[in-house]
């Protein structure tokens, strides 16, 4: 058996292998295992397993999925034969582990005319640096060496680097695990400053993360503590700023986590992912004014009792976001309503495509007019007290002033939200519903959704004569164009009722109504009077935009 010497170490002493710091830790995959690696069995991203040989075939790509073929080039997998080495002493997975990294070497030099498009790209070069660092632990030979320098040099060239993403964050970890291992202090140093640099741009003051997908703060909450950890270990100070905002990461992920135990699916956040071990604050309701979030409950307790609620606006698109600027979802009665279509993948399909786009989200839309993506939008106004809260939000998105006020009641269950466009504007809006809801009726201005015995309805008017709105068209599973679709996990979709308001040059009106199958609404001198599951709930409704 290799040693960092280069020497041999007996069966009789392999029991005793020394746990390294390198080596164990959650940066290592769930999957696939040790005995799966040495079966040649690959198994990425819950996709089926593949089969591998000895000599792999590291331009392949079973699924012609860029997601899976980074994880294949990220050697983690490796790893994981060398952290469980250092557990059970068995000379077979460092063996094994030695051969799979050797021959990706030997495969993709950089530059080389067979070597893998992927094998030189910045997030894998991030993410198999730490797993050859681990190797480096056992197998001290020169090819293992270089190959390390030259990801160090890859890692500190700052043309690659990804500043205030969690891509930086990843390529800082590993290119302070090479300058620790080696003693290349400046190395090391480098990695440190650009972290801090990078954690105060990703991760705001409030503690939100902007990458604009709240799923990926979990992600950086746990990188972020990787780094932490390494730093000390390389006998170094952890800046306070890379602490202090690690820390508040923690009331973001809480506050975008629903009743239900999962985190709301805005941006690139697939809608089964389940936080854990974050504490509760506090506050019900929060405003992520620099990053864009309006996160809302009506309770931190019983979560059939509890009633939630997103709103998303703030920076124009980028890294994980979607146009889904003025968009909300809500969740009431122990349930998903209005959800967000979700993440499916980050292949580049019409599917894809469209999850992004402004109609896979609940948002007004100025008809006619070119839509405008990476437009910022404003939170003008919000009331954030008791057991009522209500907001107004603007952009040009489409050219023209389009505002949407958003008032949600909790108790007596309802979401009301008002959309109008400036001019002759005329508005229509999207409403995407849980798949498990079933449109039962659509008339007189109303859609009826059920589920066994649990209802909802969509009521729309328009004000200020506080008609019914006809023509309400409810879409499953449509296909040119694409609409109608969730995505309740990776690379999964399924039909869902979603709901598209005819163009209106009046302001439109539309109430959720939870828990209720035909709820009486009642207008009169721009006070709006609904029945709910429980009691009748009153708001005011003007004309020119505003819920209160």
């Known amino acids: 058996m290799l040693l960092a010497g280069g020497g041999v170490v007996s069966g009789a002493d392999a029991a005793a292998v020394k746990r390294t710091a390198e080596c164990q830790g959650d940066w290592l995959p769930a999957t696939p295992t040790s005995e799966d690696v040495m079966a040649g069995q690959l198994s990425f991203l819950g996709l089926p397993a593949v089969k591998v040989g000895k000599n792999v075939n590291w331009r392949w790509s079973p699924y012609k999925n860029r997601s899976w073929d980074m994880v294949f080039h990220s050697l983690r997998w490796m790893g994981r034969l060398v952290a469980d080495y250092e557990l059970n002493g068995k000379e077979s997975y460092l063996r094994r582990a030695r051969e799979i990294a050797k021959d990706w070497v030997d495969d993709n030099p950089r530059g080389g005319r067979n070597t893998s498009p992927y094998a030189w790209q910045e997030h894998p070069i991030a993410l198999r640096a730490p797993a050859l660092v681990c190797l480096s632990k056992h197998v001290g030979e020169d090819w293992l060496k270089k190959s390390l320098a030259e990801h160090g040099r890859m890692l500190a060239d700052p043309k690659l680097y990804e500043k205030g993403h969690n891509h930086g964050i990843d390529q800082d970890i590993a290119l302070l695990g090479i300058g620790c291992r080696y003693g290349r202090d400046e190395w090391s140093e480098l990695a440190i400053r650009r972290l801090t640099e990078t954690v105060k741009l990703d991760v705001d003051s409030q503690g939100a993360l902007r990458e604009q997908a709240p799923r990926y703060a979990i992600y950086v909450h746990q990188r972020l503590k990787v780094a932490i950890d390494n730093i000390k270990a390389c006998d170094r100070a952890v800046p306070t700023q890379i602490t202090k905002r690690w820390n508040s990461l923690e009331t973001f992920i809480a506050h975008a986590t629903q009743p239900n135990g999962?985190?709301?699916p805005i941006g690139d956040g697939g809608a089964d992912v389940r936080p854990a071990g974050y504490d509760a604050p506090t506050?019900?309701?929060?405003?992520?004014?620099?990053?864009?979030?309006?996160?809302?409950?009506?309770?931190w307790k019983d979560e059939k009792e509890s009633a939630f609620y997103s709103i998303r606006f703030g920076p124009g698109l980028k890294f994980h976001g979607h146009e889904d600027h003025l968009g909300v979802t809500y969740f009431a009665q122990g349930r998903d309503v209005l959800v967000d279509v979700g993440f499916h993948s980050y292949e580049n399909t019409p599917y894809r495509r469209w999850t992004m786009s402004p109609q896979?989200?609940?948002?007004?839309?100025?008809?006619?007019?070119?839509?405008?993506?990476?437009?910022?939008?404003?939170?003008?106004?919000?009331?954030?007290?008791?057991?009522r809260q209500s907001y107004r939000l603007t952009d040009r998105a489409y050219g023209v002033a389009r505002t949407r006020s958003v008032l949600v009641n909790h108790g007596d269950d309802l979401m009301a939200v008002l959309d109008t466009a400036a001019g002759k504007s005329r508005i229509s809006n999207i409403w995407h519903f849980d798949h498990g809801l079933?449109?039962?009726?659509?008339?007189g201005g109303r859609v009826v959704l059920r589920d066994k015995d649990w209802k909802a309805t969509?009521?729309?008017?328009?004000?200020?004569?506080?008609?019914?709105?006809?023509?309400?068209?409810?879409?499953?599973?449509?296909?040119?164009?694409?609409?109608?679709?969730?995505?309740?996990?990776?690379?999964?979709?399924?039909?869902a009722p979603a709901v598209l308001s005819p163009a209106s040059a009046d302001p439109l009106l539309t109430i959720v109504v939870p828990g209720v199958a035909d709820p009486k609404v009642r207008c009169s001198g721009g006070k709006v009077t609904v029945e709910t599951a429980g009691d009748a709930v009153s708001f005011k409704a003007t004309p020119a935009g505003a819920l209160s």
Do not use: D, E
């Open 360 to 387: 896979a989200h609940n948002v007004p839309v100025v008809a006619g007019a070119a839509f405008r993506g990476g437009t910022p939008s404003k939170l003008v106004k919000s009331s954030t007290g008791g057991n």
């Open 458 to 495: 969509l009521v729309q008017v328009a004000l200020p004569s506080c008609r019914p709105v006809s023509g309400l068209k409810v879409v499953r599973g449509a296909n040119s164009p694409i609409q109608g679709w969730v995505s309740p996990a990776y690379l999964k979709k399924t039909p």
């Open 262 to 264: 999962h985190m709301v």
């Open 283 to 299: 506050q019900k309701v929060k405003v992520f004014g620099s990053s864009g979030y309006v996160f809302g409950r009506s309770s």
């Open 438 to 443: 079933t449109a039962a009726a659509s008339s």
